[in-house]
């Protein structure tokens, strides 16, 4: 694997739990880059953890030296784009990953995830993790 790549929460969380795999794919990685959608999701995990402390810590730490992209109104044209496509094919998916979804899109990056749904989105590059 190399290029550049968007990371889904659930990588995220992967890459927290140290796991082998997605931590070689992506020390060879080009470049990577998280949502600021997907830091929501992850803030929102931490809050409501047993351990919220010491998780929104190491989260901000992780936010601090990370690549974050966050919603712009090009974005929100990709989205409300990739949202109508979905639609029209009768495939929703969770609101969160339309926005995902259009932030990768619209800056031409590979979402790297473990979310089989985000195959819907036309013009969408995602490898599985």
């Known amino acids: 694997m190399n290029g550049r790549y968007l990371l889904d929460t659930n990588v995220v969380i992967g890459l927290f739990a140290n796991e082998a795999e997605i931590t070689r794919l992506l020390e060879i990685a080009d470049e990577t880059f998280i949502p600021s959608v997907v830091l929501g999701e992850l803030y929102y995990g931490a809050h409501k953890s047993s351990r ?38 009768g495939r929703p998916i969770p609101e969160n990953d339309v926005w995902v979804a259009a932030i990768a899109v619209q800056h031409g990056l590979t979402l790297l995830t473990r979310d089989t749904h985000f195959s819907e989105v036309d013009g969408l590059s995602t490898e599985p993790s």
């Open 52 to 89: 919220a402390s010491e998780n929104l810590a190491r989260l901000d730490a992780f936010a601090a030296q990370s690549a974050v992209l966050a919603c712009t109104v090009d974005t929100a044209r990709h989205y409300g784009e990739v949202k109508h496509r979905l639609r029209l094919k």
